[in-house]
């Protein structure tokens, strides 16, 4: 770890700090904020907050490794980067400096659909450590050649986000003029004009566009019509005959993302799914909605180790991964830590996030005297 940027952030509550003073306020409470009133939001960290791990000093442990296979491919650590939409309105080229950082690190990086980098370009910085958040379109021929591109890429991990059937309520981005299409005032102007290091990156980089659906767009659209394209090419209600649909489509591994019930996990399993992610989406969909942690608890007890279980949710530390490994999960996912990294420290704040997360980690094994990450949930009590 760097010692200049480890005196600037020495956890991912200073880079949330640093984000907040370096990128303009709309920005910020986009990515900070989840829906209606932040219960969702909340509750992932009190989840999280409220569970303890259980030492075991006394016991054999030479040494602790983070190394982890998830679905036949070896990773150095069992963390990856969850996809977050419009990642160029947070900062500019976030997510080629992340897909970079997490082919650095051999960890997985999951590009979002509405991601400010296209398929391709993804697919040229993290490699095999690729994977491509799908939210399928209601055009099928656009479906198709989304599919068709990333298997081409190299992409052989296909994460369906089924979470979304209604968009979220978000009173901040509504407050702040963050609607489809976006609605640019005086305010936000002057924020903009307050965080120079923000606009200039803009400026050099462009305005953040949906980078991956822009051979769809029509030619000539002004803002209103790619806005009113994307509303409506992507509102298709993932359902049981979707997921079958694209798992005849599809070569690679499948995963289901934004599983929280038995009953949701069961038939994704059914489906053909390779993998599931258990997220409430980071309480930015459902205000209501169980923990994270909670219903990874649940699924776990009931889905055969055979289906990879993988979780995201409110991950501010590598003790949050290593509360989630203890509880099932075989690997865990952080999308705003990440994004605080890149918004407070530019392109290098990627992989400084990633050093963090593997350093409290490091720790937190060897604190407990666990060998490996498999070994974590004997650590609950």
Not at 2 to 10: D, I, K, P, Y
């Given at each position: 770890?760097?010692?200049?940027?480890?005196?600037?952030?020495?956890?991912?509550?200073?880079?949330k700090m640093l984000a907040r003073r370096r990128i303009p306020g709309f920005a910020?409470?986009?990515?900070?904020?989840?829906?209606?009133?932040?219960?969702?939001?909340?509750?992932?960290?009190?989840?999280?907050?409220?569970?303890?791990?259980?030492?075991?000093?006394?016991?054999?442990?030479?040494?602790?490794?983070?190394?982890?296979?998830?679905?036949?491919?070896?990773?150095?650590?069992?963390?990856?980067?969850?996809?977050?939409?419009?990642?160029?309105?947070?900062?500019?080229?976030?997510?080629?400096?992340?897909?970079?950082?997490?082919?650095?690190?051999?960890?997985?990086?999951?590009?979002?659909?509405?991601?400010?980098?296209?398929?391709?370009?993804?697919?040229?910085?993290?490699?095999?450590?690729?994977?491509?958040?799908?939210?399928?379109?209601?055009?099928?021929?656009?479906?198709?050649?989304?599919?068709?591109?990333?298997?081409?890429?190299?992409?052989?991990h296909l994460v369906v986000t089924i979470d979304v059937p209604s968009p979220g309520?978000?009173?901040?981005?509504?407050?702040?003029?963050?609607?489809?299409?976006?609605?640019?005032?005086?305010?936000?102007?002057?924020?903009?004009?307050?965080?120079?290091?923000?606009?200039?990156?803009?400026?050099?980089?462009?305005?953040?566009?949906?980078?991956?659906?822009?051979?769809?767009?029509?030619?000539?659209?002004?803002?209103?019509?790619?806005?009113?394209?994307?509303?409506?090419?992507?509102?298709?209600?993932?359902?049981?005959?979707?997921?079958?649909?694209?798992?005849?489509?599809?070569?690679?591994?499948?995963?289901?993302?934004?599983?929280?019930?038995?009953?949701?996990?069961?038939?994704?399993?059914?489906?053909?799914?390779?993998?599931?992610?258990?997220?409430?989406?980071?309480?930015?969909?459902?205000?209501?909605?169980?923990?994270?942690?909670?219903?990874?608890?649940?699924?776990?007890?009931?889905?055969?180790?055979?289906?990879?279980?993988?979780?995201?949710?409110?991950?501010?530390?590598?003790?949050?991964?290593?509360?989630?490994?203890?509880?099932?999960?075989?690997?865990?996912?952080?999308?705003?830590?990440?994004?605080?990294?890149?918004?407070?420290?530019?392109?290098?704040?990627?992989?400084?996030?990633?050093?963090?997360?593997?350093?409290?980690?490091?720790?937190?094994?060897?604190?407990?005297?666990?060998?490996?990450?498999?070994?974590?949930?004997r650590f609950l009590k």
């Open positions: 770890m760097r010692r200049s940027l480890t005196n600037r952030a020495a956890c991912i509550g200073d880079l910020f409470e986009y990515l900070a904020n989840g829906c209606n009133s932040n219960r969702s939001l909340s509750g992932n960290r009190e989840a999280l907050d409220s569970l303890y791990l259980h030492p075991r000093y006394l016991t054999d442990c030479d040494s602790s490794s983070l190394q982890c296979t998830l679905m036949g491919q070896r990773y150095s650590a069992p963390f990856g980067i969850a996809p977050v939409g419009l990642s160029g309105l947070i900062w500019p080229g976030a997510s080629a400096s992340q897909a970079h950082a997490a082919r650095q690190a051999n960890i997985p990086f999951v590009l979002s659909s509405l991601a400010s980098i296209s398929i391709e370009q993804a697919a040229e910085q993290a490699q095999e450590n690729f994977w491509f958040q799908f939210y399928p379109p209601t055009l099928n021929e656009v479906s198709e050649d989304l599919l068709q591109r990333a298997w081409n890429s190299g992409c052989r309520y978000r009173p901040a981005d509504i407050r702040n003029g963050l609607s489809v299409p976006p609605k640019i005032s005086v305010r936000n102007i002057w924020q903009s004009i307050c965080h120079p290091a923000w606009s200039i990156a803009t400026l050099r980089h462009g305005l953040p566009q949906f980078a991956s659906m822009k051979p769809y767009i029509p030619a000539r659209s002004d803002m209103a019509d790619v806005a009113h394209y994307i509303r409506n090419t992507l509102k298709k209600v993932v359902d049981i005959k979707t997921l079958k649909t694209i798992r005849q489509q599809w070569q690679g591994k499948l995963i289901i993302k934004g599983i929280l019930t038995v009953e949701d996990a069961k038939r994704a399993v059914s489906a053909g799914a390779d993998g599931l992610i258990i997220s409430n989406h980071g309480g930015r969909q459902l205000d209501a909605a169980i923990p994270s942690l909670h219903a990874l608890s649940t699924i776990r007890r009931s889905i055969g180790s055979e289906t990879a279980l993988m979780v995201d949710g409110g991950v501010e530390s590598g003790v949050d991964i290593a509360r989630y490994l203890a509880c099932g999960a075989d690997t865990v996912f952080a999308g705003r830590a990440f994004m605080y990294g890149t918004a407070g420290l530019g392109n290098a704040g990627a992989s400084h996030t990633t050093e963090i997360l593997l350093r409290e980690l490091q720790q937190v094994m060897e604190q407990l005297r666990c060998p490996t990450v498999a070994d974590l949930p």
